[in-house]
């Protein structure tokens, strides 16, 4: 199995200017596995309460996630609720009940552990550094939030220290090298040890720095409908990593070539996320419209090599 | 002479967190002129006061902008003061002195009037809309700010029904249009009646959309180093419509391939405006140095177009 993911598993309830639903699927490593799975094989772990309803279960199950590391305790879901505002940019978060969730001490399953990508998604730092001394896999990839910039700064640090590739957004780069220049930001955070750097823009796409000094740039898809942003960051990670899996399985190794191709399925895979409430898109894409999308990103970034004629 | 400018020319005080200026060369028309004299012949029309330094009219005249529409008058030359944050995405106006600006009425010298480009800098819409009816351009274009949205939107509609190409910020287009939708707000300014819009999105680059539903995108210069952003949209036009009047001049006329290489082109002399204070990284340019740019540009945009080898 291509991917092992290591994260939240939630109930969202959230509120748009366009309606509003109650626990619906959500969760960091819910977004990243259901987009992941439209490339590789997933292995999820992560920890739910009684109260997780079989539905959803049928949702990774139809996506052959492996669920074998999903455990289930007494207690409730993970539950989170957020109001976005009218511009779908900006958002209230309107409560956090961890539960079960307080308690999550991932174990990876003997299987998991030698998969060639692990992504650990955005949960505290301590939990991360675990997982990281669990795992032999040969592509390691963290995700993180403001809220460890702020109270877990060194942890932080030992674990990008350990990692191969980080994704990150914008402004979570920023914070965490103090600077408002993004490339000094890049610079500083390679400098730690990963070779890859992935900053997700949002609405603006995404960039991809080396640390061999390479770099590249993708805009993001122009969506006319966002219904709803939730877990747009997540998909984008499991559209990239699911694509560098898929690599991996067909050619044994990666070229930069493919980082790049990589960050467009990001792109992809975010920008359907944004398209329907919940995991709703997520869950009824197809390879097909994938591929549509990733030749309308062809045709709407490409231009003459040359400037003179 | 290809591109015809109206706009104003000023006297600029800047403070930035690396350092303060004052008086040094500035207005939208200037910016502009500058960058396009790098691709193609200016006619400039401004106005300035008695104490408009020599040396000004000198940096004009090295890059051959045709200063007879530029008139001296009684007065003082426009003054804008602006101190930026240090995130230098953030500024604050600290004054704004229009001097003999107050009274611009822009005149074409018959000779401007069949130039092929016509760029309407942002001015007030009554006097955009005076020069568009002296005009005989092919191509009109014209730039505006949340000022006039905000107190002159009718006339402003008017002008942008009789022009051919809108530039515009990001912010601005979906204030104008009221819609947090870019890809809506660019429909909407369409609709009224230009061909092409350009939606400027500063450091996350800039947009295409045509009348025709075609799109393209393109990602900003990854600066390290942002000095002074001032005059960075005015540059990016300067960049975009002297590459195209280099287009016309060459071919006789404008492909889709043109447009999307012009809009590189915007993007190389924005990011150029950013690295020096005022115009000066503008006015030392050469075009080796943004043949070189625009080869960064290609190899950090372009992916493979098939997602499977």
Known sequence: MAITVVGSVALDTIE??????????GGAASYFSMAASLYTGVNLVAVVGGDFPDRY????????????????VEGETFRWGGRYHLDMNTRDTLFTKLGVFADFDP??????????????????????LNVLKQTQSRLRALDTMNLWIDTARETLEQVIRGVDLVLIAEEEARDFVKTPNLRAAARAIL??????????????????FGADGSFFAAPAYPLEDVRDPTGAGDAFAGGFLGYLASRIEAAGDLTPADYRRALIHGNIMGS??????????????????????????????????????
């Open 16 to 25: 748009t200017p366009f309606g509003a639903q109650d626990d619906v699927l």
């Open 57 to 72: 279960r049928a949702y990774f199950a139809e996506r052959h996630i492996n669920q074998d590391g999903m455990r289930t």
């Open 107 to 128: 174990v990876l399953p003997e299987q998991f552990r030698r998969s060639p990508i692990t992504f650990l998604a955005n949960i505290q730092p301590q939990l991360q």
């Open 191 to 208: 400098a730690l040890g990963p070779r890859t750097l992935v900053v997700k823009q949002g609405s603006y796409g995404a960039l991809l």
């Open 272 to 309: 359907f996320a944004c398209e329907e409430f919940g995991l709703e898109c997520v869950h009824t894409l197809t390879p097909e419209r994938i591929a549509a999308r990733y030749d309308e990103f062809v045709r709407f970034t490409h231009f003459e090599g040359s400037w003179h004629e």
